[in-house]
């Protein structure tokens, strides 16, 4: 495909991105990124990290994005939770335009989080504790959701005592005590082995359920992205557009055993039928960044 086969391509899943937004757009709808393009200066020039994305996210809804290495994801992250401005486009959740930080939107990171001097209990209170509650009522309600996350036993230990996929867990629980409308989720497993992170994909299925929380996770892994989703929205290699969304078609109530399924390995070959060729793109500039630093 030519550079300008491609742009054009490019121009039309833009224009039907914007046509399934306006289409998708309902009272139940919790989350809308409109038209969102967001540029850096760098010392080699001028950026577009994102390029008029848009996609709603209904309430209840998980949501995962998907690209490749340096298509925008965290960005997009980032923008929903109102960490950075300067963007073209629009944030809306329930309907009301933000432009920075949101009572009802909830951020879990990838980085560690934890405050090593804190307990789990007091470390997942802490929301709470800045809020001014009081220690019996925050500790009441920090033990239910160390229990949702399955630490339950586990209040008085430290950070340093837990494993990776338990710390994440506390961060997990210690952004929803407060209770948001919005989960907004960076990868948070990503540092954890492949047991580990389809064991808490179940944890986070099971909460989301239980909750009905609307929620949208940044990945770059397929197998992630499709257990946990309804839809799954693929993004090209930078300037990152939304590519594709995928309706991910698999029952509910649903936990690790779908991964076996047939329907499951279907959708994780189509996902990465359409990433095949952004990856591609992205390690081929790479290499060409390379080589030119080095001639």
């Known amino acids: 495909m030519t550079d300008g086969e491609r742009e054009d ?6 224009a039907n991105a914007k046509l399934r937004l306006a289409a998708s757009r309902s009272a139940e709808t919790d989350l809308v990124i409109d038209d969102v393009s967001m540029h850096f200066d760098t010392r080699e020039g001028r950026i577009t990290a994102v390029d008029g994305v848009s996609f709603a996210v209904e309430r209840g809804e998980f949501v995962s994005i998907i690209g490749p290495s340096g298509c ?23 309907g009301e335009i933000v432009t920075g930080p949101h009572p009802s939107v ?16 007091d470390n997942v209170a802490f929301p709470l504790e800045v809020k001014g509650v009081g220690k019996v009522e925050r500790h009441e309600v920090a033990r239910r959701f160390i229990d949702m996350v399955g630490l339950a036993g586990f209040e008085q230990r430290y950070p340093s005592e837990l494993s990776g996929g338990m710390r994440q867990r506390v961060a997990i629980a210690r952004t929803l005590v407060f209770e948001p409308k919005i989960l907004l989720m960076d990868e948070p497993f990503a540092a ?77 070959a189509e996902i990465w039928n359409d990433l095949r060729e952004e990856a591609s793109r992205g390690m081929a500039e790479s290499e060409a960044g390379a080589r030119k630093g080095r001639g």
């Open 72 to 94: 925008g994801k965290s960005t997009v992250f980032n923008i929903l939770g109102g960490l950075i401005g300067g963007y073209e486009g629009t944030v809306s959740v329930g």
């Open 9 to 14: 391509e490019r121009d039309m899943v833009a």
């Open 192 to 268: 954890l082995d492949e047991q580990t992170r389809l064991l808490l994909g179940d944890k986070v299925l099971k909460i989301q359920q239980d909750l009905k929380q609307t929620t949208l996770l940044i990945t770059h892994n397929i197998t992630e992205a499709v257990q946990l989703s309804d839809r799954v929205v693929i993004m090209t290699f930078r300037p990152g557009r939304v590519k594709r969304i995928v309706d991910i078609r698999l029952p509910r109530p649903r936990d690790g055993g779908v991964i076996g399924s047939e329907a499951f390995g279907r959708y994780v």
């Open 106 to 121: 909830g951020m879990v990171f990838q980085e560690e989080s934890t405050f090593p001097w804190r307990t789990v209990i």
